[in-house]
């Protein structure tokens, strides 16, 4: 059987999530077996009909008041006591915040190993293989697994959503007793920066501003092009994070968050390979700067040099009059 974790944020399911639902149902399709999801938190039974549709066969409800608002602590023990009872072979999760955070103390909770930030995943011989990128994107590692449950988180954006069926299935609710012991810290309060944006990792677009921005002021111009964009974000380097023009959240990179959007756009971005690193498998990757020796021109599908203070207001015309058609 194979599990994945559902993450949830604000009572919405993420759309990683449901990524990788789907590429567990190809999984599971494979080995035949049954695939099953779960949600851990308070009050989420409404969400598990937003499941079933990509695969779920069965969705546990992890249900504490505890949780209902994100533990480390309180999530590993609320999973790692179902994945002790049920005793999957595969837990797949999204390699967003929670997924980066909670897998490993699952993995080490289990004493087993885990796959991180994965982009391909495959079956031979009745056993998972996974692709993940190592040293900064420029090498894909095949991994095996020796010990069961088999554990990776999937990178979002990459795995494509199954189309969704008129499908309903099983809910089983447990209520889970945490010790207090087990619980050492608890979010007391999310401050939500005002005019939040979508975040890079689970945009399908993300245009970027890097050293030749500027400015913070600078951003306006990427922020304008985004708002034309739907499920688009606004990226970073890491020089125009340390600059203090944006905050870190928006930050692409080896240092910052690794995203794979459907299209990248890198404004005054150089090319450092921590920044690749972040970007690179983005599926069309869109570069303006002045210096044509650039290394992001290396992985970019269509490059502009020019002046991105030049190319910035006739490109925002163009997709407003072909917006508007």
Known sequence: MILIFIEEREGKVKKSSLEAVSEGKRRAEDLNTELHAVLVGHNLER???????YGASK??????????RYSTAGFAFALNSLVEEIKPEIIFFSAGSMGRDLAPRLAAKMGVSLASDCTGTACKDGKLEVIRP?????????????FSPQIATLRPNVFPLTEPESKEGEVVKKE????????????EEILK??????????????????????????????????????QSAVGASRSAVDAGWIDHQHQVGQTGKTISPNL???????????????????????AVNKDPDASIFKVADFGIVGDLFQVIPPLKEELKKVLSE
Not at 59 to 68: C, D, N, R, T
Not at 195 to 209: H, K, P, Q
Not at 267 to 283: D, E, P, T, Y
């Open 47 to 53: 969400l598990a009909s937003e499941v079933f549709p």
């Open 59 to 68: 969705v546990y409800i992890l249900e504490s008041s505890l949780l209902s």
């Open 134 to 146: 190592i040293f900064a994107g420029k090498v894909f590692m095949t991994v095996k697994f020796k």
């Open 176 to 187: 889970v007793v945490i010790p207090e012991d087990q619980v050492k810290a608890q979010v």
């Open 193 to 230: 920066e005002e005019g939040a944006e979508l975040d890079v990792t689970e945009a399908e677009i993300v245009i970027s501003g890097g050293r030749g921005i500027k400015g913070s002021e600078n951003f306006d111009l990427i922020r304008e092009l985004t708002s034309l964009l739907p």
């Open 264 to 286: 990248y756009m890198a404004f005054g971005i150089s090319g450092a390979i921590q920044h690749l690193a972040g970007m690179s498998s983005s599926k069309y990757i869109v």
